[in-house]
C-alpha cells in the first residue's frame, strides 16, 4: 500500500472576476521508503500541491488518501486526526510556536499526539546539533538554526510522512547537508518523504523527482 496517493486534483482561486488555476489535475503517489521531490518555479502550484496534500486546504475537485484512508471531503477536526497520526509537515513559514523553546515546540508536538518521549527529544536535538540552543525562542535562532528546529517539530513522533515544503531553502550547505541525512535516514526506516524544493543537492538525493509547472505535471 502507498503511503500516499493524490488523484487528479484541482484547486482554483479567485479574485474578483479572475480564476487562477493553481493546480491542473496534479495526480501522485508516494511509497513507503521513497523520497519524492517537487520541482518546478515559484508560482507552479507546490505549495498549493502540498497544502491540499496535508489537509490544511480542500482540492476543488480530486482525492488524497493517506495509508488508505480519505483525507479529502472530510470535517476539519477528522483531518487534524489523521494528520497528527501520519504527517510531519515542515511549512514555509515555519512550525514553531514562538512563545516556547526549541526544545518545548518538540515536546510540545509529541504531547499532542500522546507520544511523549525523553530518550526521542533528546536524540533529535542531538542528531540535529541543537542540544546547545535547546533553551533559545525561535526569535533567536539563525535561519539554519530554525531549519533544524522545525525538523525536529515534524520529525517528533516518527511521521510514516514526512511532507516538507523548502526544507533547505536559504541554508548553508552544511546546513543543508544535516537536514539531507536526516530524508536519508528516514529512507532506510520505511519512512515516506515528499518534498517541495529548489534544491539540485536535494533532488539528486530523491528517489523520484516530479516537475510541475503551471499546476500540472510535466516533463523534467
Known amino acids: 500500500m502507498s503511503a500516499l496517493e493524490a488523484h487528479e486534483l484541482y484547486r482554483f482561486f479567485h479574485i474578483g ?3 487562477t488555476a493553481a493546480l491542473r489535475g496534479v495526480s501522485l503517489t508516494v511509497s513507503s521508503g521513497e523520497i519524492v521531490a517537487v520541482m518546478g518555479p515559484s508560482g507552479s502550484g507546490k505549495s498549493t500541491l502540498l497544502s491540499c496534500i496535508t489537509g490544511l ?3 476543488d475537485a480530486g482525492r ?3 495509508a488508505g484512508k480519505r483525507l479529502t471531503r472530510r470535517p476539519e477536526v477528522e483531518r487534524a486526526r489523521i494528520r497528527a497520526r501520519y504527517f510531519g509537515i515542515v511549512l514555509q513559514a515555519g512550525n ?13 508536538q509529541m ?3 500522546g507520544k511523549l518521549d525523553e530518550r526521542r527529544l533528546a536524540f533529535l536535538l542531538d542528531s540535529i546539533e541543537l542540544s546547545h540552543r535547546a533553551s533559545a525562542f525561535p526569535t533567536e535562532l539563525s ?3 530554525t531549519a533544524r528546529a522545525s525538523l525536529a517539530v515534524a520529525l517528533a513522533t516518527d511521521p510514516p510522512l514526512l511532507v516538507a515544503d523548502e526544507p533547505t531553502a536559504e541554508v548553508d550547505e552544511g546546513t543543508e547537508k544535516r537536514l539531507i541525512e536526516h530524508f536519508e535516514a528516514r529512507r532506510m526506516s520505511a519512512r515516506a518523504t515528499l518534498l517541495a524544493t529548489h534544491s539540485e543537492a536535494l533532488a539528486r538525493k530523491a528517489d523520484r523527482v516530479i516537475w510541475l509547472s503551471d ?3 510535466v516533463d523534467g
Open 96 to 108: 514553531l510556536f514562538p512563545h516556547l523553546t526549541a526544545e518545548q515546540n518538540v515536546r510540545f
Open 57 to 59: 486546504d480542500e482540492p
Open 64 to 66: 488524497v488518501e493517506v
Open 111 to 113: 504531547q499532542l499526539a
Open 215 to 217: 499546476g500540472r505535471i
Open 143 to 145: 535561519g539554519g538554526e
Open 17 to 19: 472576476d479572475d480564476e
